[in-house]
């Protein structure tokens, strides 16, 4: 009869060291970002209203190019943040918010100065929702697995860049906002008024 009493030692515990703690962290927030991202963006598909079945096909005759400009006329004119408005410019807002939040600017938001002004109410600053806005839209496209290995990189150069330079340039939409995270300010600046045409001088 063999002894039971002896028990048999249990797996080691994982430890994992110290230094790598914060790449686990860093690497944990991102994909969190990622998660509420595409919940956004389910959310979004989720609430666009079913194609009709009923809409009638394009004749083999029609060409490609005619079929897709009617197409177009139909359905929603653009994707871009500045083309909605009320509850759909209110829930691209919150998707943009959590991708600006929680992976831009911890990973690109660098230092605040006055060569490089930023303003947390960017939301607040039309060009600036408009300049992100379309940053995020070709972050999702380039960074999607179809965009291929180089997607990435065409990001980082392509629209990134440009994007930083314009954005947070001394003379762009936060020159009147915080250059110090002990001075904050904010600021909208004033744009021009448009002309009125008809008018007597």
Known sequence: MSDTSKTTPGPEPFRVPDGDLDDLASTLAKT????????????????????????????????????????????????FILALGGEAYAVELAALSNWVN??????????????RPWCAQWHEHPEAVARLHALWLAWQQLTDAEAGLSGPSTWHRDHLDQVL????????????????????????????????????A
């Open 165 to 200: 330079v314009h954005l947070r340039a001394p003379d762009g939409p936060f020159a009147a906002c915080t250059t110090s995270p002990t001075r904050p300010n904010h600021r909208v600046l004033a744009t021009p008024a448009p002309e009125q045409s008809g008018l007597a």
């Open 32 to 79: 969190m970002a990622e998660v509420r991202q595409h919940g956004v963006i389910l959310d979004r598909l989720g609430s666009e209203p079913a194609p009709a079945s009923a809409e009638p096909q394009p004749a083999d005759d029609v060409p490609a190019a005619q079929a897709a400009d009617s197409e177009q006329a139909d359905g929603p004119a653009s994707v």
């Open 102 to 115: 929680y992976l831009f600017l911890p990973v690109y938001g660098r230092e605040i100065s006055t060569t």
